[in-house]
């Protein structure tokens, strides 16, 4: 855990878990809301350790592939209305996910 300046509004220096990520295979997803409904949004991914230090970069570094592909997975994920905050787990998998979200009755996307 690390403490840096967030640099915007008036808030307080926030502490934040600075680390870096693993290879491997691991699922990405985000829940958006549609105003009547919310979707969860996902797809499987080959996930990178990044290759350089980034010091200045005081978050979680990860890098990862969509496993559809590059293109494919960012056009189907922008088309399914995927977000920008995403979460990224190498300890579940999209099934899981996929029975998860049956259970709470929520819409599933898995691109």
């Known amino acids: 855990v690390e403490v840096h300046p967030l640099g915007i509004g ?6 934040r878990l600075v680390f870096d990520g693993t290879d491997g295979d691991a699922v990405n997803l985000t829940v958006s809301d549609f105003g009547d409904q919310f979707k969860l949004v996902m797809y499987e991914v080959d996930g990178k350790k990044p ?14 592939t ?4 590059f293109y494919e997975g960012v056009q189907k994920w922008i088309e399914n209305g995927g977000g920008h905050h995403t979460v990224l787990s190498f300890a579940v ?3 899981q996910i996929e029975d998860f979200a049956k259970m709470v009755g929520l819409k599933t996307v898995k691109i």
Request: glycine share 4%.
């Open 10 to 15: 008036d808030r307080e220096d926030p502490a």
């Open 51 to 64: 290759a350089e230090a980034a010091p200045k970069l005081p978050v979680a570094r990860q890098l990862w």
């Open 66 to 69: 969509p496993k559809p592909g």
């Open 93 to 95: 998998t999209a099934e």
